[in-house]
């Protein structure tokens, strides 16, 4: 199992990137796949989840209506629509497994359910 996040990079505040979490090794239909992020000298933060229905999703307070999750699970990979970018969403970004196997987690914290994770991509933003 593996899982590579990309698309980070460089952003001046109200702008906008997109990633991407790519499976390689398994297919990614039958989980639910979350993102979280970690700043320096901070704990880990739930971003968002998706479970392998799509109806299945869920958005930290923090990033709710600027944040879209999504899947296209004939290229394997979910993607994170990251807008209204803030200094505050500086931090590593990581996609990962979960425990609950197709549905993101409701009777926990995703950080409590996370599963399996590669290397994250970086997102800075900064004027």
């Known amino acids: 199992v593996q899982l590579q996040a990309s698309g980070g990079g460089l952003v001046q505040p109200g702008g906008s990137l997109r990633l991407s979490c790519a499976a390689s090794?398994?297919?990614?239909?039958?989980?639910?796949i979350g993102w979280f992020r970690q700043a320096p000298g901070k704990e880990r933060e739930e971003v968002s989840c998706?479970?392998?229905?799509?109806?299945?999703?869920v958005y930290a307070d923090s990033v709710k209506g600027r944040f879209s999750i999504s899947r296209d699970d004939a290229k394997n990979t979910v993607y994170l629509q990251m807008n209204s970018l803030k200094p505050e969403d500086t931090a590593v970004y990581y996609c990962a497994t979960v425990k609950t196997g197709p549905w993101c987690p409701n009777d926990r914290p995703l950080v409590d359910a996370l599963d399996a994770w590669g290397q994250g991509t970086q997102v800075t933003v900064s004027s």
């Open positions: 090794g398994f297919a990614l239909d039958y989980y639910a």
């Open positions: 998706i479970g392998s229905t799509v109806l299945n999703t």
